[in-house]
């Protein structure tokens, strides 16, 4: 590579600044000269990518947020493809953030610029219309979940598993947590949103209450999510064998013999430390029915989707009560030969999930991408 190549990075939300800076951090090594200008956060930022938007400004939940900011959203499009025609970036990567980063991948192939999708929307799940314009506007797709690199094949795009980032993350030490070695601790996750907080922690703590009566000895955790206000609720639940912690939820899991966790990606980092668990999901029961008129998925966990089994418990809406929740609790603590499959289920989904180098991968591919381009020139 004889010139100094030009790259642009579309990454709406937290998560995907988060892998999009490590692809980032792994491509400068190869490519020093390398220029970035991205929508993104400050994790890009601090690899060297020049930011035309920070994700603070797009990170929009919800079919309401998105229409009360619609002019806005209107405005960070057209500046973007304003950008793109003058700067004519050789290649864009496009992480997660489907709604927006589909149209750009339209929008960039009419300008002739190819686009890497890192992360892909989850059209296996719902809105397989989508999976049309990933096979004519997207070059590579570079799956983070076994199963997609198939199911894209079927549909004849061109998907590579390229492992999922999460195994490339750092474990921290297991001794900064306020419990002893001799401790029994269950974990309760209840979510990182304020909604899925609402409905969900009131329900975990009956739980543990429930199983605090049966195992006097057992500890109970509630990972608190960042920038959420738990006080009302530790007011609710004064009891002694309750901790509320903050920022330590890798420590927790690994320490826990038994974590009741909302839907979502923890229950995924839950799996890598092969902890045993229940998986809850509740929502409004208009989003559920619609979820389910829509959704064509048999389970919610990430876990159970790869395996394409239920291996860990997922109790849904209405079953989603402390004394399910407690039941299932019972039969980890108490039955060594339960807890001992369930173990083993996890076991073999962090092996299917393979080994770390996700993100170096990603750079892999994308340098490749970029001598082929220049080739091609």
């Known amino acids: 590579m004889n010139r100094p190549y030009k790259m642009f990075i579309s990454a709406g939300e937290l998560s995907g600044d988060i892998h999009a800076g490590k692809v980032i951090k792994h491509l400068k090594v190869q490519l020093p000269d390398l220029h970035i200008t991205a929508i993104g956060g400050d994790y890009m930022a601090d690899q060297g990518a020049e930011l035309i938007y920070h994700i603070r400004d797009t990170s929009f939940m919800g079919f309401i947020e998105v229409i009360k900011h619609l002019p806005f959203i209107k405005k960070i499009w057209n500046n973007t493809i304003k950008h793109l025609k003058q700067t004519k970036p050789d290649l864009i990567l496009l992480v997660d953030y489907p709604g927006f980063n589909l149209r750009l991948a339209k929008a960039a192939s009419k300008m002739g610029i190819p686009c890497i999708y890192y992360i892909s929307p989850t059209v296996w799940a719902w809105h397989k219309s989508r999976v049309k314009t990933i096979r004519k506007y997207v070059k590579k797709m570079l799956c983070i979940l076994p199963f997609e690199e198939d199911w894209y094949k079927d549909y004849n795009v061109n998907a590579t598993y390229i492992g999922h980032p999460l195994m490339d993350k750092e474990i921290p030490k297991q001794d900064e947590i306020p419990f002893s070695e001799t401790d029994k601790i269950i974990s309760l996750f209840p979510g990182s949103r304020d909604q899925e907080i609402e409905k969900h922690l009131d329900i975990m703590i009956h739980s543990s209450e429930l199983i605090h009566q049966s195992h006097p000895e057992i500890k109970v955790a509630v990972a608190m999510a960042p920038d959420i206000d738990f006080s009302s609720y530790q007011s609710k639940y004064p009891y002694k064998w309750i901790k509320w912690i ?132």
Do not use: C
Request: glycine share 6%; no cysteine; proline share 3%.
């Open 246 to 377: 903050k920022g330590k939820n890798d420590e927790l899991m690994k320490k826990s013999k038994f974590l009741v966790m909302a839907s979502g990606t923890a229950s995924l980092e839950a799996t890598i430390h092969e902890t045993p668990m229940v998986v809850i999901y509740i929502t409004s029961p208009f989003t559920f029915w619609l979820g389910k008129k829509l959704v064509n998925i048999s389970y919610i966990s990430l876990a159970n989707l790869i395996g394409n089994q239920e291996g860990i418990k997922e109790l849904l809406q209405n079953d989603a009560t402390p004394e399910n929740i407690f039941k299932e609790a019972e039969k980890i603590l108490s039955n060594p030969d339960y807890d001992k499959k369930v173990r083993k289920f996890l076991h073999y989904i962090k092996k299917k999930l393979g080994s770390s180098g996700a993100s170096k991968n990603v750079s892999k591919i994308i340098i490749d991408e970029l001598a082929l381009e220049s080739n091609s020139k």
